[in-house]
C-alpha cells in the first residue's frame, strides 16, 4: 500500500522541471512506467502552452466585392424590387382576409410576379449578385406565392366546396412552395429546364385564374378548380423538367397563331388548356429525356 501511494504521488505531483534536469531518470525510471520521453515532452509543451485566442465572429457583407457608392444604390434598387414583391403579396392576403374583391388580390400577385422577375434581371445587369439576395428573394417568393397565392384562392373559392377540403388543398400549395424553393437553393442550376413548376409559375396560373372567374366567371366547377390547384402543388415538388420560359418563347411564331385564336373564341377554356399542356409537358420530357439516355447505353 505505501509503495502505491508512493507511485501515485509521483504520478500526480512530479513537478515537470524535475524531470527535465535528469532525462536519463525518464527514460530509466520504473515510477513513469509506459511513457517515453517523448510522449513526456508532449505533455510538456500542452501544460506550459500560451491559451490561443480563438477568432472574433465577423459580419458578413451584404455585398460582396467592391463597396462603391454606386455599387450600394443599384443593390438597395435590386432590394427595394424584392421588398416591393413581399409588401404587395402581404397586401394580397390583407385583401383577401378583409373580404375585399379577389381580383385585387389576384392583381397584387400579377404585380408580385412582376417585381421579382425585375429583381433578379436588376441583380444581373448591374453585377450586385449575392448570396444574401438569393435568401431575400427565397423568402419573398414564399410570402407571396406560397402564403398569398393560396390565400387569395382560398378567398375566391370559399363556400362553393367544403371549407376543410379547400383548407387542405391551400395548405398543400404553401407547402410544397416551401419543399421547391428550399430544393431550388441547395440543388444545381439547369439552363434549360426547373426541376418541378416554378413557384412563380404556380402563382401565376393561380392569379390569373382568380382574375377570370371574378371577371367573367367559371367555365369550371369548383372541384375541379380545387383538382387544378393540388396538381399545380404537386408539379412544383415533382423531378420532372419543364421549360424555361426564354426557351417557349423561341419556339416557331405559327405555334402560337392556335393559342391567340383561342384566347379570342374562349378565354377560360383556352387558358385551362395552355395550362394543362404545360404541365403535361414535363412528363413528356423526362420521358423522352429517359428514351435517349437508354439509346446511348
Known amino acids: 500500500m505505501r509503495a502505491?501511494?508512493?507511485f501515485a504521488r509521483q504520478m500526480l505531483l512530479?513537478?515537470?522541471?524535475?524531470?527535465?534536469?535528469?532525462?536519463?531518470?525518464?527514460?530509466?525510471?520504473?515510477?513513469?512506467?509506459?511513457?517515453?520521453?517523448?510522449?513526456l515532452r508532449a505533455i510538456e509543451q500542452a501544460a506550459t502552452a500560451e491559451p490561443v485566442e480563438q477568432p472574433t465572429p465577423t459580419t458578413i457583407p451584404l455585398l460582396p466585392g467592391e463597396r462603391?457608392?454606386?455599387?450600394?444604390?443599384?443593390?438597395a434598387l435590386v432590394q427595394a424590387c424584392t421588398l416591393s414583391s413581399l409588401l404587395l403579396g402581404m397586401t394580397a392576403i390583407f385583401l383577401a382576409v378583409t373580404r375585399n374583391n379577389p381580383m385585387y388580390g389576384a392583381l397584387?400577385?400579377?404585380?408580385?410576379?412582376?417585381?421579382?422577375?425585375l429583381d433578379g434581371a436588376l441583380a444581373r445587369k448591374f453585377g450586385v449578385a449575392s448570396p444574401f439576395g438569393v435568401q431575400m428573394d427565397s423568402l419573398g417568393d414564399m410570402t407571396s406565392f406560397g402564403v398569398a397565392a393560396p390565400v387569395v384562392v382560398f378567398a375566391t373559392l370559399q363556400g362553393t366546396v367544403p371549407t376543410p377540403v379547400l383548407i387542405a388543398a391551400c395548405a398543400m400549395v404553401a407547402c410544397c412552395a416551401a419543399v421547391r424553393l428550399a430544393r431550388f437553393n441547395v440543388s444545381p442550376k439547369d439552363g434549360r429546364f426547373f426541376c418541378g413548376v416554378p413557384t412563380t409559375m404556380a402563382a401565376t396560373v393561380l392569379a390569373v385564374t382568380v382574375l377570370l372567374k371574378?371577371?367573367?366567371?367559371?367555365?369550371?366547377?369548383a372541384?375541379?378548380?380545387?383538382?387544378?390547384v393540388?396538381?399545380?402543388?404537386?408539379?412544383?415538388?415533382?423531378?420532372?423538367?419543364y421549360a424555361k420560359l426564354a426557351k417557349v418563347v423561341k419556339l416557331p411564331p405559327t405555334l402560337f397563331l392556335?393559342?391567340?385564336v383561342g384566347l379570342v373564341w374562349n378565354t377560360q377554356v383556352t387558358f385551362g388548356l395552355l395550362v394543362l399542356v404545360y404541365l403535361l409537358s414535363g412528363p413528356i420530357i423526362w420521358a423522352r429525356q429517359r428514351k435517349a439516355t437508354a439509346r446511348i447505353a
Open 4 to 6: 502505491g501511494g508512493s
Open 68 to 75: 462603391t457608392l454606386d455599387r450600394r444604390i443599384k443593390f
Open 223 to 228: 372541384g375541379a378548380m380545387v383538382f387544378g
Open 214 to 221: 371574378t371577371t367573367m366567371g367559371s367555365a369550371l366547377p
Open 258 to 260: 392556335l393559342p391567340l
Open 108 to 117: 397584387c400577385l400579377l404585380a408580385c410576379i412582376t417585381f421579382d422577375g
Open 14 to 39: 512530479v513537478p515537470v522541471g524535475r524531470l527535465r534536469k535528469a532525462d536519463h531518470s525518464v527514460a530509466t525510471s520504473t515510477a513513469l512506467p509506459g511513457l517515453d520521453p517523448v510522449e
Open 230 to 241: 393540388v396538381l399545380l402543388a404537386i408539379a412544383m415538388v415533382s423531378s420532372f423538367p
